[in-house]
C-alpha cells in the first residue's frame, strides 16, 4: 500500500495527485531543443514553485513535452496544463524570436492520465475484498 510520506495535506484533505502530461508543438515542429529546451524547464520549475506543485519527472523531447506533476486535490487537469503551456508559450515566444514565426507555440491538444502509488488493479481488489466491510 501507500506509504504515509507519499500523502500531502492540504486544509483538511490529506491527498495524493499526480497527472501524467503529454503535448506537441503546433504542426509537431521539432523547436524544443537547445537553450529553448534549458529554458522551458527553467520555466516550468519557477511556475511549479509558484504554484506549489512537484515536478516528478520531465521530459522535454524535440516535439513534445512528458510532464508527471503532484498538485491538489483543487487543481483540476484543464488549469494545469493551461498553466504550463500558457507560461512556457509567453515566456518562451518573447526570449526567443524565431519561435513568432509559429501561429501558437502549442497545438491545443494535450494528453491527461492520473496516477498514484498503487494501480487501479489494487484498488478495486481493495474495495471488492469482503473483509474490507465486516464488522
Known sequence: ?????????????????????????????KVLTGAISTRIRQIFLELAIEKG??????????????LFVSVKPTDTPHLVVKAFKGHSSYYLRKE??????MPSLWTS??????????SSEAIRKYIEDPHHGSN
Open 1 to 29: 500500500m501507500l506509504v504515509q510520506e507519499d500523502y500531502k495535506t492540504h486544509n483538511h484533505v490529506k491527498f495524493l495527485v499526480n497527472y501524467h502530461f503529454v503535448w506537441i508543438p503546433k504542426r509537431r515542429r
Open 53 to 66: 506543485w512537484d515536478i516528478l519527472a520531465l521530459e522535454v523531447a524535440p516535439d513534445h513535452i512528458h
Open 96 to 101: 526567443f524570436p524565431e519561435l513568432l514565426k
Open 109 to 118: 491538444s494535450y494528453f491527461v492520465s492520473t496516477a498514484g502509488n498503487v
